[in-house]
């Protein structure tokens, strides 16, 4: 990023930092932000987390997921390695499937407001089962809203075999 003038690079200290401290524990404030340089122009940003981990809030036993965050930006947009160190943070983090994909979702929404986002967790089974919750937002009073809408009833149409897993 040298070169580039601090407005343009956002509040990003993490990017580049070799004193990476990774937290054990649930941390939004780890999120940073950079602004969108092409504002005028509707794009889809997708981030897939193969490693992600959580534990069960009621027996503490790990739970590993993927996690895929597809967003369009607005103003700001969320930098890939605070990201990284975000999801890692929940790897003491007890909560159900449901919850770690929306409190995901609702901390992007708070940091970058963007314009559409959707967060689906793929979580391997335990007790033979497994569950990949998913939920999205639109912009209120946009046609990001009706997309939302959209994408969320039509989400699994074509479910995967589960023998990739």
Not at 49 to 71: K, M, N, R, V, W
Not at 121 to 134: E, T, V
């Amino acid at each position: 990023m040298e070169g580039r003038k601090q407005n343009e690079r956002g509040d990003i200290s993490l990017l580049g930092s070799a004193g990476t401290k990774y937290s054990f524990d649930y941390d939004p404030t780890v999120l940073e932000t950079f602004p969108n340089r092409h504002p005028d122009r509707d794009y889809f940003v997708k981030f897939n987390c193969p490693e992600f981990t959580s534990l069960c809030p009621i027996t503490g036993q790990p739970d590993f997921a993927t996690i895929y965050i597809s967003y369009v930006p607005k103003i700001r947009m969320v930098e890939s390695k605070s990201l990284k160190l975000y999801l890692f943070s929940f790897r003491n983090h007890g909560d159900f499937h449901e919850d770690c994909v929306n409190i995901i979702m609702n901390d992007l929404i708070k940091l970058m407001d963007p314009k559409y986002i959707e967060v689906w967790g793929k979580f391997l089974p335990r007790g033979g089962i497994s569950i990949d919750p998913y939920c999205n937002y639109g912009e209120k009073g946009t046609r990001w809203e009706q997309v939302a809408w959209d994408r969320l009833t039509h989400h699994d149409l074509y479910p995967e075999s589960i023998d990739n897993r």
